[in-house]
């Protein structure tokens, strides 16, 4: 086989499939608009000795804010259910994210640290990108959760309840964003390091 051969071959394979490419790029917007305008709310309101600047924040005030913040939601909510929906019926979860060896995520962090850390096969997730879009899958059903149960915690207190209540909830819900603002930039920078994954998830092959 030429190398032209087995470079048609390999750029003609699907890696992302349409669903998964238009379900990432709508979640990463909708993330951004949440996130943005979340900050703004908290501003209303903080929960530690700090406030984020009115200049990376969005809505301007309190009111635009949760006009954004609650648009932005059901976007997320949708795009998100369409996505674990077909994730778990396709099977693609089972297939990229398990299972997950912890001896192998230990390996494998130690290979990133030390930049040794294989990327020459994109249509398989390394045990580190497992654990991270796992935790993150997860991260965003409970922020979906905790947000629910702050902002209806008369309607949804089965769910206010499984949190501890209000108070706790709050937490919880600040502390999925800070941990998936560490994923966004982790993820983003991954993305720019290794271009060739990027064009993957807006061309598929
Ligand atoms: C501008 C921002 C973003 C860029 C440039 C980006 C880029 C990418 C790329 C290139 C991949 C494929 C990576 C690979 O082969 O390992 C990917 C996958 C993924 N990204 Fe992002 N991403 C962004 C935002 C986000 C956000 C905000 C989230 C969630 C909070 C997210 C969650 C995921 C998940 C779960 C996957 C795996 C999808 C699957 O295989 O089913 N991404 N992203």
């Known amino acids: 086989m030429t190398a032209e051969t087995i470079a048609a ?3 003609s394979v699907t890696i992302h499939p349409g669903w998964v490419r238009v379900c990432h790029w709508i979640n990463a917007l909708a993330i951004l608009a949440m996130i943005g305008s979340g900050w703004q709310i908290y501003d209303a309101s903080p929960l530690f000795d700090f406030e984020f600047p ?11 804010a949760l006009l954004w913040h ?33 001896s192998q995520v230990i390996a494998d962090v130690k290979a990133a640290l ?16 497992k654990v991270l879009y796992t935790g993150i899958i997860i991260t965003g059903v409970l ?7 702050i902002w209806k915690p008369v ?17 919880v819900h600040f502390f999925a964003m800070a941990a998936i603002v560490a994923f966004f930039v982790v993820h983003v920078a991954l993305a720019l390091i290794v271009p060739r994954s990027l064009r993957a998830m807006v061309t598929g092959r």
């Not at 309607?155 to 309840?161: L, N, S």
Request: glycine share 10%; net charge positive; proline share 2%.
């Open 155 to 171: 309607q949804f207190q089965e769910i206010t309840a499984f949190f501890g209540g209000y108070d706790i909830a709050r937490y």
């Open 70 to 102: 609650f648009a932005a939601m059901w976007v997320l909510v949708v795009n998100g259910l369409v996505y674990v929906t077909l994730g778990l019926v396709t099977g693609r979860f089972r297939r990229k994210l398990l299972p997950i060896y912890p």
């Open 9 to 11: 071959t390999t750029s």
């Open 143 to 149: 922020i979906v959760a905790s947000g629910l149960s």
């Open 114 to 129: 030390t930049f040794k850390l294989a990327h020459d096969d994109l249509s398989h997730y390394n045990a580190v990108q």
């Open 54 to 64: 009115r200049s990376i924040a969005l809505g301007n005030w309190l009111g635009g």
